[in-house]
C-alpha cells in the first residue's frame, strides 16, 4: 500500500494540486502508514515537508476543540442538546431565533447564514458575536443542512459562558493537554520553518506562516470555535485514536463512549448532507470516497485537510495538506476521495 499511495500522491505534487502531504493510516488499531511528501512551501525556495511540520487545519478545528468540548459538556450536565441557545445569549432571541437549540449549531441546521465576512469592517470577537445574534435566518430552524461558520463561532462563544474561562483555555487544559497535543493550539509561536504555507497575504505582503488563513478567525485574534487551530500529524493521530478508542485515550477518559455514538448517528435524515454533531456521515459525494462504508464519519479543512474513519473495518486517514498554497487549488475535491477509493481497495 505504501508505494501506491506515495506514488499517488507524488503524481498530484506533479500535477501542482498540492505543494506537499502528510498522511497517516490506522488499520484495526495498528498505523500502517506515516508518511510525508513534497513541500511545506514553494516560494521563494522550495522546503520540503518534515514530519512535524506543522498545519493551518481549518475547519477540524470544529471537530478537535468546539465539538469536543460541547461532548465533554453534555457529559459534566453543563448543557443539553435541547437548549436554546437564547438562555445563553438573551440577544440571539430576536429576528426568529428563539427556537434555535444547540443541536442545531451542531449539526448545521440552524438556519443561520454559512458565512459573513465580518474581517473586513475588522470586526473582533465580541462584535461578531453581537452581528451573529442579530443576524436574521436563511433556512427555517432544523430543516435544512447549510454549513455555517457562524454556529461554530457562537458555539465557542457559549461554551465560553458555561466553563467560565477563555476557549483557548479550556482546549488547553480539557483536550489538547490529556490527549498528550503538545504541539496543537491557537497562535502557536514556533519559528516559520515549521509551518506549511498557505495563501499569500496582501496585509502581509508575504504567504501566510502560522497565521490562520481564515479570516474572520484572523480577525478574532486567531481564536475561534470554526477555524485557528494548527497541529502536526503526530498530534492528530492522538486524536483519532481518541475517537476511535471510545473516547478514551491511555486510560484517560475524555468523552464518554455514549456521548461519542450519539454524535455519529445521523441528526439530518431529511436533508441530502448527512450530519452527526459536528461529524459529517451518510451522505453522497462525501471526500471519503466511494469504498468506505456507509457508517463511515468525518470532516475536511479547506486548507486542504481531512480525517475520516470507518469503524466497520477500524480504518482511519488523516490527510493534512496545504492546497491553498498550490496552483490548482480546487483539485483536492477529487483528489481526497480519490485517495480514500485506493486505501480502502487496498485493504
Same mark, same amino acid.
Given at each position: 500500500?505504501?508505494?501506491?499511495?506515495?506514488?499517488?500522491?507524488? =503524481?498530484?505534487?506533479?500535477?501542482?494540486?498540492?505543494?506537499?502531504?502528510?498522511?497517516?493510516?490506522?488499520?484495526?488499531?495498528?498505523?500502517?502508514?506515516k508518511e510525508v511528501i513534497g513541500n511545506r512551501t514553494l516560494t521563494?525556495?522550495?522546503?520540503?515537508?518534515?514530519?512535524?511540520?506543522?498545519?493551518?487545519?481549518?475547519?477540524?478545528?470544529?471537530?478537535?476543540?468546539?465539538?469536543? /468540548?460541547?461532548?465533554?459538556?453534555?457529559? =459534566?450536565?453543563?448543557?443539553?442538546?435541547?437548549?436554546?441557545?437564547?438562555?445563553?445569549?438573551?440577544?440571539?432571541?430576536?429576528?426568529?431565533?428563539?427556537?434555535?437549540?444547540?443541536?442545531?449549531?451542531?449539526?448545521?441546521?440552524?438556519?443561520?447564514?454559512?458565512?459573513?465576512?465580518?474581517?473586513?469592517?475588522?470586526?473582533?470577537?465580541?462584535?461578531?458575536?453581537?452581528?451573529?445574534?442579530?443576524?436574521?435566518?436563511?433556512?427555517?430552524?432544523?430543516?435544512?443542512?447549510?454549513?455555517?461558520?457562524?454556529?461554530?463561532?457562537?458555539? /465557542?462563544?457559549?461554551?465560553?459562558?458555561?466553563?467560565?474561562?477563555?476557549?483557548?483555555?479550556?482546549?488547553? =487544559?480539557?483536550?489538547?493537554?490529556?490527549?498528550?497535543?503538545?504541539?496543537?493550539?491557537?497562535?502557536?509561536?514556533? #519559528?516559520?520553518?515549521?509551518?506549511?504555507?498557505?495563501?499569500?497575504?496582501?496585509?502581509?505582503?508575504?504567504?501566510?506562516?502560522?497565521?490562520?488563513?481564515?479570516?474572520?478567525?484572523?480577525?478574532?485574534?486567531?481564536?475561534?470555535?470554526?477555524?485557528?487551530?494548527?497541529?502536526?500529524?503526530?498530534?492528530?493521530?492522538?486524536?483519532?485514536?481518541?475517537?476511535?478508542?471510545?473516547?478514551?485515550?491511555?486510560?484517560?477518559?475524555?468523552?464518554?463512549?455514549?456521548?461519542?455514538?450519539? #454524535? =455519529?448517528?445521523?441528526?439530518?435524515?431529511?436533508?441530502?448532507?448527512?450530519?452527526?454533531?459536528?461529524?459529517?456521515?451518510?451522505?453522497?459525494?462525501?471526500?471519503?470516497?466511494?469504498?468506505?462504508?456507509?457508517?463511515?464519519?468525518?470532516?475536511?479543512?479547506?486548507?486542504?485537510?481531512?480525517?475520516?474513519?470507518?469503524?466497520?473495518?477500524?480504518?482511519?486517514?488523516?490527510?493534512?495538506?496545504?492546497?491553498?498554497?498550490?496552483?490548482?487549488?480546487?483539485?483536492?475535491?477529487?483528489?481526497?476521495?480519490?485517495?480514500?477509493?485506493?486505501?480502502?481497495a487496498q485493504l
Amino acid at each position: 500500500m505504501k508505494e501506491r499511495v506515495i506514488h499517488f500522491l507524488q =503524481k498530484e505534487i506533479d500535477l501542482e494540486n498540492i505543494p506537499g502531504a502528510a498522511i497517516y493510516i490506522s488499520y484495526k488499531g495498528t498505523p500502517i502508514l506515516k508518511e510525508v511528501i513534497g513541500n511545506r512551501t514553494l516560494t521563494p525556495t522550495k522546503e520540503l515537508m518534515q514530519m512535524d511540520t506543522v498545519f493551518d487545519l481549518a475547519s477540524l478545528t470544529k471537530k478537535v476543540t468546539t465539538m469536543t /468540548a460541547s461532548l465533554q459538556l453534555l457529559d =459534566k450536565g453543563e448543557i443539553r442538546l435541547d437548549d436554546p441557545v437564547s438562555y445563553f445569549f438573551p440577544e440571539f432571541n430576536e429576528n426568529g431565533k428563539a427556537e434555535v437549540r444547540i443541536r442545531h449549531l451542531l449539526t448545521h441546521t440552524s438556519g443561520l447564514p454559512a458565512h459573513k465576512p465580518f474581517y473586513e469592517e475588522e470586526l473582533k470577537t465580541a462584535q461578531i458575536i453581537e452581528k451573529i445574534c442579530a443576524e436574521k435566518l436563511e433556512n427555517p430552524v432544523g430543516q435544512k443542512v447549510v454549513y455555517s461558520d457562524l454556529g461554530f463561532i457562537l458555539l /465557542a462563544s457559549l461554551i465560553e459562558k458555561v466553563v467560565d474561562a477563555p476557549f483557548a483555555e479550556y482546549v488547553s =487544559k480539557e483536550i489538547l493537554a490529556p490527549l498528550e497535543m503538545h504541539e496543537t493550539g491557537f497562535n502557536l509561536t514556533f #519559528s516559520r520553518a515549521r509551518f506549511a504555507a498557505t495563501e499569500y497575504s496582501e496585509k502581509l505582503n508575504d504567504y501566510k506562516y502560522g497565521i490562520v488563513h481564515d479570516e474572520n478567525a484572523e480577525s478574532m485574534g486567531g481564536v475561534s470555535g470554526h477555524a485557528g487551530l494548527f497541529s502536526t500529524l503526530k498530534d492528530l493521530a492522538n486524536f483519532a485514536h481518541m475517537i476511535e478508542n471510545g473516547g478514551s485515550f491511555k486510560g484517560k477518559r475524555i468523552i464518554s463512549t455514549v456521548a461519542l455514538d450519539l #454524535s =455519529k448517528q445521523n441528526f439530518t435524515p431529511f436533508d441530502e448532507e448527512g450530519r452527526g454533531l459536528g461529524w459529517q456521515i451518510h451522505s453522497p459525494r462525501l471526500s471519503c470516497g466511494d469504498l468506505f462504508s456507509y457508517s463511515s464519519y468525518g470532516h475536511t479543512g479547506f486548507t486542504g485537510t481531512s480525517m475520516w474513519f470507518d469503524p466497520e473495518i477500524q480504518l482511519h486517514v488523516i490527510l493534512l495538506t496545504n492546497r491553498v498554497h498550490a496552483k490548482n487549488q480546487q483539485a483536492i475535491l477529487r483528489l481526497r476521495p480519490r485517495l480514500h477509493n485506493l486505501i480502502r481497495a487496498q485493504l
